[in-house]
């Protein structure tokens, strides 16, 4: 299928939504409630998890509910159309909770956490089927999944900026302007309507390749117990179980840093409100140049190299910056300071983009062999799995994050206002963690990834017998050679 650069761009635009979801979630949330409301950081990972668990229900359902969906807008659109609105409307009571007291804060932060990861779920998991129904080609999978996670980093950008440039802003109250409490609802208002905007784009924009995409062969009655067995389908495959486990695990330490990153980069790099969203931003805008090195990369080293690579290289950059500055070897002033964070997050989330370029483009791989065993066209379900385990290993980085928190009894509230307000023990045990403890889970990472066996020549074999002879006699499912065009 020949798309053009309007259905492209409209397709990437949505990533846009999942940019500023990510990103406001594992930057902000936990120092909101932890740092900025008073929530024990063990109680907001309790609160995480819970919510995690629905989301262990919910992407598999969604993935299996729109792989079987008969409607005039195809089988994702509807869900695309219809979680924009409640997404928006999540987000922005995420973060004001018109509640005050320990239990009450809790209460609100389970429930609006798993609201809010329900309405992504509605839209993320659809979303993401859609690359691997609109083109079966090794390398061009692997180029519109980069475009894609390009425009999520522009939607990581925006939050950042919309955070640090404009609500969070020194005050005369706040040096520290995240700190500051009253910044949170206006700052989630522009955050929910541009989140809002980008789905709805993405949606209305696409609709024309409705009409190309794979159908149902025909409508039946939905029963939630065929999501589990969808779910068990898909677990057989032996190249999807490393390929996830191994993604779940780079993730995971992802997570952590991205919920500890605003402690660090306040407390133990002391930067200013100022300097923040420069390290932040040089870490997205690394993400986009890798994301454009990844197709030639992967041609090199296929696609688990180029996922290896990235993984080793991201945990290189995390233990070696922290020893950097453990072993006191920054010269003594806030511009050292900064151009090394900014080198090492060029490096670094040049190196991330692998990860999550080669992991979906192979995960797309991996549908068109289960296709060619089973004869089932189950994007859905893959990318739901897939969706569920992103989201799962970052929201347990901040379960996670959190309960290191408290078990290194990380002081919070109002009388903590600067890294002269923490005792030098607690921050050197913070950087042990944050550096060289989350470098050391690419081991295991790396370790699984290896075991992925579905690499070129495999791929290229799957695709002659799916457009070839087809499945078990039949004829090859039917792949829309026309131009898409608006």
């Known amino acids: 299928m020949r798309l053009s650069v309007p ?38 990972g309790v609160a995480l998890a819970i919510a995690l668990c629905f989301d262990a229900v919910s992407d598999p359902l969604m993935g299996s509910v729109s792989d079987g969906w008969t409607s005039r807008l195809g089988r994702r659109h509807p869900f695309m159309y219809a979680s924009a609105l409640p997404l928006g409307i999540a987000v922005v009571a995420l973060f004001n909770p018109p509640v005050t007291g320990t239990l009450a804060l809790f209460a609100w932060l ?11 779920t509605l839209y993320h998991v659809p979303h993401l089927a859609i690359a691997a129904e609109v083109t079966r080609d090794f390398d061009e999978r692997t180029s519109l999944v980069a475009y894609r996670y390009m425009f999520g980093a522009f939607g990581q950008l925006l939050a ?10 020194s005050t005369e109250a706040y040096k520290n302007g995240q700190l500051n409490p009253d910044a949170y609802f206006p700052f989630t208002i522009v955050v929910g309507l541009l989140m809002a905007a980008a789905i709805l784009i993405s949606a209305f924009g696409t609709r024309s390749l409705i009409p190309h995409l794979p159908q149902p062969a025909r409508a039946e009655r939905y029963r939630i117990a065929r999501a589990w067995t969808d779910l068990g389908a898909a677990l057989a495959n032996r190249s999807f179980r490393w390929l996830v486990v191994g993604f779940i695990t780079v993730l995971l330490a992802a997570g952590v840093a991205g919920s500890l990153a605003l402690y660090v980069q306040t407390f133990f790099w002391r930067l200013t409100p100022a300097q923040i969203p420069l390290i932040l931003g040089t870490g997205v805008v690394a993400t986009i140049v890798g994301f454009s090195v990844s197709t030639p990369l992967s041609r090199r080293f296929d696609k688990r190299g180029a996922l290896i690579i990235g993984a080793l290289t991201w945990g290189a950059v995390q ?21 090394l964070l900014m080198v090492g997050g060029l490096i670094q989330g040049a190196g991330g983009a692998q990860v999550w370029v080669a992991s979906a483009s192979m995960l797309a791989d991996v549908a068109d062999q289960h296709e060619l065993e089973t004869g089932k066209r189950q994007e859905g379900v893959f990318f739901g799995a897939f969706s569920f385990s992103q989201k799962a290993a970052q929201g347990a980085g901040v379960v996670v994050g959190g309960a290191l928190l408290d078990l290194i009894h990380w002081p919070t509230g109002t009388g903590v206002r600067t890294a002269a307000d923490i005792p030098v023990e607690t921050l050197t045990t913070l950087a042990a963690i944050y550096g060289p403890g989350l470098a050391l889970l690419m081991v295991p990472a790396v370790w699984c990834v290896k075991r992925y066996a579905l690499g070129r020549d495999a791929h290229a074999k799957i695709r002659a017998a799916l457009n070839g002879e087809g499945i078990a006699g039949k004829p090859a499912p039917t792949a829309a050679i026309a131009s898409v065009d608006d």
Not at 110 to 120: D, K, Q
Not at 319 to 339: D, E, F, K, N, Q
């Open 7 to 44: 259905v492209k761009v409209a397709y990437w635009t949505g990533q846009v939504a999942e940019g500023l979801f990510s990103s406001t979630l594992s930057v902000f949330l936990l120092f909101y409630y932890n740092q900025v409301l008073g929530l024990s950081g063990s109680l907001c």
């Open 160 to 169: 950042y900026g919309v955070g640090f440039g404009i609500y969070f802003k």
């Open 110 to 120: 389970l429930v609006a956490a798993i609201v809010t990861r329900c309405s992504m």
């Open 319 to 339: 233990c070696v910056l922290i020893g950097i500055g453990m072993l006191g070897l920054v010269p003594a002033s806030t511009s050292a300071t900064l151009a």
